[in-house]
């Protein structure tokens, strides 16, 4: 019988590949994800079976490789974390394969907000990288500044349809249109996170305003204060 994994294996760099999750693909038959996921664990695939898919073909992919596998094991290799932001891909893998082990891997939110000094526990994690429509989670950002929280967030890229492209720039103006003092509100935005490309844009949301970033990019709304143990002392 066939066991199917869906692993994450980190925001870009192989070094962030857990160890558990880079034995289960040493271990596997059959590997199948987009490219620049099976760029990251690259070394570890060389004598795997490797399907490489793209938004237009992974449904045909899944479906030729399920009529195969037998009784192989598959991996599906995700960027980041397979628990954060890949839920509809998920759903889908166990419709088509049924039982499926998902194995959790480090997310460029936990990077990005280390990175910004920004505690989880303190903030709004949000992700705008969906098919589905974003208005609720437009207003989840929007009541989450006015609450004072900080946001981890990742944008979403679709520059083919420039009505569902929400990016960096485009959150700015949507803030600034809803009356928040984006000029004042502190930001930074990461790109391709523990690579050798990473490279890291300091400034307020206004100044993101016609800017442009690459798609592994992911924002940071900093309204964090320090609150260490020794300021609630009796």
């Given amino acids: 019988m066939a066991q199917v ?3 994450g294996v980190g925001p870009g760099s192989s070094s962030y590949v857990t160890e558990v999750v880079k034995n289960v693909i040493l271990n596997c038959d059959v590997v199948i994800g ?3 996921t099976l760029n990251t664990i690259g070394s570890f695939i060389k004598d795997k079976q ?8 992974q449904e045909e992919a899944y479906q030729e490789v ?12 995700f960027t980041g974390d397979v628990n954060f932001s890949e839920s509809e ?7 088509i394969f049924g039982d499926v082990e998902i194995i959790p891997g480090v997310s460029a939110i936990q990077v990005a907000a280390s990175k910004a000094k920004v505690p989880l526990d ?11 429509p974003i208005e609720e989670e437009k207003l989840e950002l929007q009541r989450a500044l006015i609450d004072g929280f900080s946001v981890v967030l990742v944008p979403r890229p679709w520059p083919k349809v420039p009505e569902k492209h929400f990016m960096q720039s485009e959150i700015a103006h949507y803030l600034r249109k809803n009356g928040f003092d984006t000029a004042s509100i502190r930001v930074h935005v990461f790109e391709f996170l523990t690579t050798d490309k990473e490279t890291e844009f300091v400034g307020t949301v206004k100044d993101l305003e016609g800017k442009e970033f690459s798609d592994l990019s992911v924002m ?7 609150e260490s143990y020794i300021n609630f002392k009796d």
């Avoid at 490797?50 to 073909?57: A, D, I, L, Q």
């Fill in 122 to 132: 303190k903030s709004k994690v949000i992700t705008l990288h969906v098919t589905t």
């Fill in 89 to 95: 891909v998920v759903d889908r893998l166990i419709e």
């Fill in 5 to 7: 994994f869906a692993v």
């Fill in 220 to 226: 940071v709304i900093n309204q964090s204060k320090l």
């Fill in 66 to 77: 399920v009529k195969t596998l037998g009784d192989k094991k598959l991996v599906v290799p």
């Fill in 50 to 57: 490797v399907y490489e898919v793209t938004m237009k073909n």
């Fill in 34 to 36: 987009y490219k620049y």
